[in-house]
């Protein structure tokens, strides 16, 4: 059956859509996979490759930059990843950035992340290998979830074991709060606790007190300070240093004449034990008082006598002159 005109239109028309859908999805898929544009390639070492396939994402900063184009075991723990770059991102990324493994949201495909680098490293090269930080894989966190589990029912189980002694009035801690005379007695430490500490802190204010009135010149410490007094009382005690030795001296001199004195020596002894001598003295003392008397008797009597008046009435003028001098000056 001989095919009408329209329906090969038709069929013309399919064809070309169709080859239109095919040439788009490849350009749009070939773009994804940075297939058409100028690319290179850089490598990661990781331990795990969490999941990574053939034609994951790469991101820099958030941005797709390329795709994950090998990934090879070079031992039991190193896997390399080779990944095709966009060439006119390479100049943003510096050799200490830092390449990781993660999921495109919660459960989306996985992906690898270029972190930037915090230095002022120069930029990488096409071949070039930069760092890799290997997440926490979900496994080594649920063990570490179950190690933590198993801790905390331990913890759990002997708190609980605590709680009923305590109930039950068995061991020391519940002695110590059910025990009405030891809680007394702990009150009362604490309270005279309270009390010497506050003694304390008084004595410490007085003593920092004192010690800054050290430096004032009104006191004692702080008069001993100034050098000049400090001079002066150097002298002082030179002074009474020698006075010291000079008075010992006059305590051995009289020291001497006390034993001397017993020992029946020298003139004290002599006057002391010869009555006699004293006698004579006395006698001769009022000898004198009387001479003396006689004196003064004979001294008045030439007073008044005519030949001597003239004489003592000048020394009497002269005196009289002498006192109103001395009174005007």
């Given amino acids: 059956?001989?095919?009408?005109?329209?329906?090969?239109?038709?069929?013309?028309?399919?064809?070309?859509?169709?080859?239109?859908?095919?040439?788009?999805?490849?350009?749009?898929?070939?773009?994804?996979?940075?297939?058409?544009?100028?690319?290179?390639?850089?490598?990661?070492?990781?331990?795990?490759?969490?999941?990574?396939?053939?034609?994951?994402?790469?991101?820099?900063?958030?941005?797709?930059?390329?795709?994950?184009?090998?990934?090879?075991?070079?031992?039991?723990?190193?896997?390399?990843?080779?990944?095709?770059?966009?060439?006119?991102?390479?100049?943003?990324?510096?050799?200490?950035?830092?390449?990781?493994?993660?999921?495109?949201?919660?459960?989306?495909?996985?992906?690898?992340?270029?972190?930037?680098?915090?230095?002022?490293?120069?930029?990488?090269?096409?071949?070039?290998?930069?760092?890799?930080?290997?997440?926490?894989?979900?496994?080594?966190?649920?063990?570490?979830?179950?190690?933590?589990?198993?801790?905390?029912?331990?913890?759990?189980?002997?708190?609980?074991?605590?709680t009923n002694e305590i109930n039950d009035g068995k061991g020391p801690l519940s002695s110590l709060l059910k025990d009405t005379i030891i809680s007394r007695d702990l009150k009362e430490t604490m309270h005279y606790l309270k009390l010497t500490a506050k003694g304390a802190s008084e004595t410490a204010t007085k003593i920092d007190k004192l010690v800054a009135s050290l430096d004032n010149k009104n006191n004692v410490v702080g008069v001993i300070k100034d050098s000049a007094v400090a001079n002066k009382i150097k002298n002082m005690v030179t002074n009474l240093d020698q006075s010291t030795k000079e008075i010992n001296v006059v305590i051995a001199n009289l020291d001497a004449t006390i034993l001397s004195v017993k020992d029946g020596k020298g003139t004290f002894n002599y006057l002391a034990n010869n009555p006699g001598l004293v006698g004579k003295i006395d006698s001769t003392m009022t000898n004198i008082n009387e001479a003396s008397a006689k004196l003064n008797e004979n001294m008045e009597a030439m007073r008044h006598n005519f030949l001597f008046k003239g004489y003592f009435k000048k020394q009497e003028k002269e005196k009289a002159k002498a006192a109103k001098e001395a009174d005007k000056k």
């Fill in 1 to 162: 059956m001989e095919k009408t005109t329209s329906q090969k239109i038709r069929l013309g028309l399919f064809v070309i859509i169709g080859l239109l859908i095919f040439i788009l999805a490849v350009y749009f898929i070939g773009d994804k996979q940075k297939m058409f544009g100028k690319t290179s390639h850089l490598e990661a070492i990781f331990n795990n490759a969490n999941g990574l396939q053939l034609g994951n994402s790469v991101r820099y900063s958030g941005i797709s930059v390329g795709t994950v184009r090998g990934i090879k075991m070079d031992n039991d723990t190193t896997i390399r990843v080779d990944m095709i770059i966009d060439k006119a991102i390479f100049p943003y990324i510096k050799k200490d950035a830092v390449a990781t493994i993660s999921s495109d949201g919660l459960v989306g495909n996985m992906i690898i992340n270029i972190l930037p680098g915090k230095g002022n490293e120069p930029p990488v090269q096409p071949g070039d290998e930069i760092r890799s930080y290997n997440r926490v894989r979900t496994e080594d966190m649920l063990n570490t979830l179950s190690v933590t589990n198993k801790n905390a029912a331990k913890l759990t189980a002997n708190l609980l074991k605590i």
